[in-house]
């Protein structure tokens, strides 16, 4: 296998649906305005059962069109299952706030993007590194079952590609990027995303999730509701490889941290929905942030003034924060099926084969 398999189609482009709220213009996180994705692909190597053989690479999230190191926004994580890292989360935990952009990777070269990270901020801003540390965010998924981890193949340039060509607009999944190596289900896995709009008042709003999909095992999955998983137990890999699934939440609604937890922590029901238990051996991580305050670095008096959502409101008249967290569940939910619906099947080191879901056997399944 000389080059990553081409894309397919997505999950609601092959008429799987998900939930009720309507999608943005791309039903990607691109859609929150600001947000820039880009990607970098590293593969080298047949899959023959020669060695090295690289399949991994990198993903890079922009919060907006600026400098997040002195522009920073609110922003909060949660954990479904703590088997993985997210670099800086304890920072983001303490101040809520998000001052740098969130690239994605393999475990094994996590520091190896996080002083790519450092370096280029370093270079677009004079202050960073002297007036106050960089503290990047890198969350990492093991893609050992098809790259060979102990080949450096992720190069601090393939990071700095995936930050600078990073867009707006459609975004590129399955396997490509840091979802290059990933498995889902014992198919396939990768990076998928998806949105949704939800109205307060008169003004629309944006809620996205971005993920690399890397986790559960195949009798888990469930599509629809329907128990797929035990009803296609062939093209299953010669062994079961645990990952994990680093999600980044994006909204342009006017949110405070402690909101923001509340809507990363919505991503497990996303994930639950299509059959996920969070496993011992899987490290589900999330992150979520708002794109409608820049926090400064400092201003004149010391105290700047913000908007935020109106929480805690009489629950008999019912909360618009219901389809708020409607919206990042049903999301997550569709960019898992992204991720496996448009990887196809890839081969890796030692002839292990990752093979793409049987998407019209799926389909047939659910009626469709």
């Not at 490290?283 to 805690?312: C, K, Q």
């Amino acid at each position: 296998m000389t080059s990553p398999p081409s894309p397919r189609q997505r999950a609601r482009d092959l008429g799987l649906a998900v939930g009720r709220l309507p999608t943005g213009p791309a039903n990607a996180i691109t859609d929150v305005p600001g947000v820039r994705v880009g990607h970098h692909t590293v593969w080298s190597g047949p899959g023959d059962g020669s060695d090295p053989v690289v399949r991994t690479g990198v993903t890079a999230i922009w919060p907006h069109e600026g400098n997040p190191f002195r522009d920073r926004v609110y922003a909060a994580t949660s954990t479904f299952n703590g088997y993985g890292v997210l670099t800086g989360d304890l920072v983001i935990d303490e101040w809520g706030l998000l001052g740098s952009p969130i690239v994605l990777c393999d475990t094994a070269n996590l520091g190896t993007a996080y002083d790519a990270v450092v370096r280029h901020l370093h270079d677009l801003d004079p202050s960073a590194g002297r007036d106050d540390v960089v503290v990047p965010v890198v969350g990492e998924c093991d893609d050992g079952f098809l790259n060979d981890n102990r080949h450096p193949g992720l190069r601090a340039e393939h990071v700095v590609e995936a930050l600078t060509s990073a867009d707006t607009g459609p975004v590129a999944e399955g396997c490509v990027g840091a979802g290059t190596g990933m498995q889902l289900f014992d198919f396939k896995g990768g990076i998928g995303t998806a949105s949704r709009l939800v109205s307060l008042g008169a003004t629309t709003y944006t809620v996205a999730v971005l993920l690399n999909g890397n986790f559960g095992t195949r009798h888990q999955l469930r599509i629809g509701g329907m128990p797929v998983g035990v009803r296609i137990t062939d093209r299953m890999p010669v062994r079961h490889r645990e990952g994990s699934c680093i999600a980044v939440v994006a909204t342009d609604l006017p949110l405070l941290p402690h909101q923001l937890r509340r809507l990363a922590r919505r991503v497990d029901i996303g994930l639950g929905r299509i059959g996920s238990v969070g496993n011992d051996g899987s490290g589900e991580i999330f992150l979520a942030f708002s794109t409608a305050a820049r926090i400064p670095r400092s201003t004149p008096d010391g105290t700047l003034a913000v908007e935020a959502m109106v929480e805690g409101q009489l629950w008999t008249q019912g909360s618009p924060l219901d389809d708020v967290f409607d919206a990042v569940a049903e999301a997550a939910e569709e960019a898992v099926l992204n991720a496996l619906f448009v990887a196809d099947t890839t081969a890796g080191r030692d002839g292990h084969v990752l093979h793409g879901a049987p998407v019209d056997e799926v389909l047939s399944l659910l009626g469709l």
